[in-house]
């Protein structure tokens, strides 16, 4: 009997021993486990901040971003309270499924945002950023190279544009102080302009005759006098009939860049590529709506308009539009005129017609060039009047091409339907031509003012990207059945990091 006694308590403790060690292997693996669906759902936490994007900035301008609420920003509490619902909704259901015995159920005790990108931060990076990933999906690699190509092969910079008009106007100006000091010491001239009575250029000489013509040349009105006429009736009236053009306004003083602003603690990855601002101002093009085209019911008509001159009203934004589009087409519009022997010729005999006219021969040169400075000036007036018609105008331009007669100007500006123009570029190309001259910083704000103003929601509470710590807990389970001392092992912790990112997917830290 003793024999039998000592071999059972042998193995009853050999049986011991070899229990604890499955049981801790068990819970070795099964901790394992614990940490894979920590892992699992923290992804899934973050999937249902993702799935929660803001639909009426996805439906209206195909953007992804989580709205947070006024106030919550950067805590993002409700951020933090969605995530533990969606890991605990998922935890009862995974219980449900095994019929209270799933082994790797662990509970969310903690969530916390450490930080967050709003679209607003950094001048809206996250904004452009995303805008640019979108327009990706939609454009055409060798679609992409040729606009970058004209875009960063034009020289646009401000620096490289002559106001024509002023140079007109200086000619002229110069050209009645000279007549004005004739009159004044007794030497009057018929017309203080050199025109004659019938509107054509008086006679001064045989290069001119009093049918108002300039070696062949048939002038009825002084080109330098046109462009002061112009200046005076302003330019929309050239280029867009008065009744088309929209009236609407906004209030700025609620805009983007003069309000305080929510901001979060995540700075902008890296500094934009030329492609990437390509697509950038591709998108702009493509949901926000122009002058050329019927606009949608927005705030204001004109919305790329409003994104380069910054104005709160329609008309004021076309003017604006319109003035820089001048001063874009005339620098190539001059050069034209400056390398073709017969627009020269004609503008130098109108030149030496006004100057014999008014008995002032030694101002050729410089009468000259003001009138082809007047030329080129209306010749752009034309322009921009055929890109707001839907016409297409080429950057550089070929005698076939050329509109404007220098001999009758006020009708010749008017000469091209823009239907009938289909080589160039259009309206819209001009205007990315404009925002490429135009900050980006304030061309990704005053978007974001398009669509708070179109759709009621706050930019500076779009989240592009958030980080977060996770705290999960969990019991015990096979520790339960091994006999160690007291037996109290508590609850186990674990500690997991990831961030959503939109557009994209979870991004690990």
Partial sequence: MRRRGSITLFLAMLLTCFFSA???FLEAARVSGLKANCRISTMQAADT????????????????????ADGDVPGLD???????????????????????????????????????????????????????????LSVGEQTLRTMLAWVTGTDVSEESQTDLESEALSALETLENAVS?????????ASGTGESSDGGIASGTGESSGDGSAEGVTVTENPLTWVKTMQKNGVLAFVMPEESISQKSIDTGTCIAKRTLESGNLAASTDPSATEKMLFYLYLDYYFSDASEDAADHALDYELEYMIAGKSGDQENLKAVVRR???????????????????????AAVAAALTLAVGHPELEPLVKQGILAAWAYAESLSDVRILLDGGKV???????????????????????GGGEQ?????????????????????????????IEKNTGVRMDLMVSRAEC????????????????????????????????????SDQET
Avoid at 49 to 68: C, D, G, I, K, P
Avoid at 182 to 189: I, Q, R
Avoid at 328 to 346: I, V
Avoid at 474 to 500: C, H, K, M, R
Wanted: include cysteine.
């Fill in 469 to 504: 710590t996770y705290v999960y807990e969990a019991s015990p389970l096979f520790w339960n059945f091994v006999t160690l001392g007291s037996n109290s092992f508590g609850t186990y912790q674990f500690q997991d990091q990831a961030g959503i990112s939109f557009p994209g």
């Fill in 422 to 450: 289909t080589k160039g570029l259009s309206y819209a190309n001009y205007l990315v031509l404009l925002m490429w001259m135009t900050s980006d910083e304030k061309l990704a704000q005053r978007a974001m003012d398009m």
């Fill in 325 to 347: 589009l001048l001063l874009l087409r005339e620098a190539s519009n001059l050069a034209f005129l400056e390398s073709n022997a017969e627009k020269q010729r004609e503008a």
């Fill in 78 to 136: 409700a951020m933090e309270t969605l995530k533990c619902e969606a890991v605990e909704g998922n935890q009862t259901s995974s219980l449900f499924l095994s019929k209270n015995y799933y082994m790797l159920q662990v509970h969310l005790s903690e969530v916390t945002a450490t930080a967050c990108q709003l679209a607003t931060d950094d001048g809206g990076a996250a904004f452009r950023e995303e805008a640019a990933e979108m327009m990706k």
């Fill in 394 to 416: 080429s950057l550089v331009k070929t005698s076939d091409q050329w509109h404007t007669e220098l001999g009758n100007l006020s009708t010749t500006v008017f000469s091209a």
């Fill in 181 to 189: 000091a004739d009159e004044s010491s007794g030497g009057g001239s």
């Fill in 49 to 68: 901040v993702m799935a929660s994007y803001s639909r009426t900035v996805w439906e209206n301008y195909h953007l992804l971003f989580w709205q947070a």
């Fill in 22 to 24: 499955v049981f801790a």
